[in-house]
């Protein structure tokens, strides 16, 4: 039975800019929480507390978040980003003994670390209907018999989790190749991993995938009435109300929705569905906000849409904004890639009033001088007028 874990958590989620700019992927929110957590929270209830976290890409994030919560977390630190090997390597020198090995940027949960948390070599899969991003894996009479790392052309949907019980034996194969490679050199040495299938589990390639990832998510909302709602706000369903935050009068709030500390909603405004609010954030009256993921210190102005929508820290959306959903499309690596929604913010956007984002990619730091329509990319630091 693994007893010990060891996270990943050094890289950068490159593809998931503008919002891994300023944080790792590790730690951008999902439900008001960020990924690793939910992570940590899943080890902590199959009752595995000896945890080391691998850090590297703005490692102190990681470090100081994780310091504040009630657990004897240790740390490593992969001063490069070499990738998933590299940093598992970083605490071969820590582990003698079976361990659970975990990706800090992937949902997963309880129930599936249950599920291969016994298990002594093991890999837990599940099957994805993008399987080229991952590791592909073959599976016969309930054990793996071969991986291929993100193959251009995957027979089959099965990937791997990135979640594998394993031996210190895994460090014998460290040449230089991914996890999934090592791994298979082991089966080919005459390794068993048992494969184990994930109930829930998650993985955002590109951050538009964040909005189909969160409302997953946020069916495990706990109804909390904090701070002070007006007597004429409508709530239905599970809503989660933080300390501090006031809620104006004529508002209506239908769950599941998280609405963090010290914010101001309303009055007359309107919250959808699968929405997350985090800390100090500001929504003025008449708008309506769905689907969306909200970071902190944020503010939405009067009269505005904020739909399918994931927004930075420190953004000004000023009033009369309308975010609408859109297919967007864009060239990486030779390949033609997209996502459906309404726009993607990075941290410190500041936008001018009656300005339509339809389908926009925001950097960071932008300011839109003057309302207008805005479609696709806008690059960091631009200045649109």
Sequence with gaps: MSRKAVILAGGEGSRLRPLTFSRP???IPLANT???EHVIRAL??????DITVVVGYRKEQVIRHLNTLDLPISFAVQERQLGAAHALGC???????????LPGDNYIDATSIARIKDETTAVLIKEHPYPSNFGVVAV????VWGIVEKPEYAPRFTVSTGIYTLTPEIFEYQNGIEIPEMVAEMIADGARFKAVTAREWHDAIYPWDLLT?????????APVRGGTISTSVTIRGAVHIGDGTV???GSMIIGPVIIGEDCEIGPNVVIMPNTSIGARVRIDPFTLVENAIIMNDSTIGSHSRCVDAVIGESVLLADHCSIQTGHYFAEEDGKLIGGKFGGIFGDRVISAPFTVFRHSLVGNSVT?????VIRDLIPDHAVVK
Excluded: C, H, T
């Design 25 to 27: 992927k590790a730690m």
């Design 34 to 36: 960020p990924i690793i």
């Design 44 to 49: 902590v209830e199959n009752g595995i507390r």
């Design 91 to 101: 605490v071969a020198d820590e582990i003698d003994e079976p361990f659970i090995l």
């Design 140 to 143: 016969k009479d309930g054990y």
């Design 213 to 221: 990832i969160n409302p997953r998510i946020m069916k495990q909302v």
């Design 247 to 249: 809620i104006g009068p």
């Design 368 to 372: 839109i001088e003057e309302g207008r």
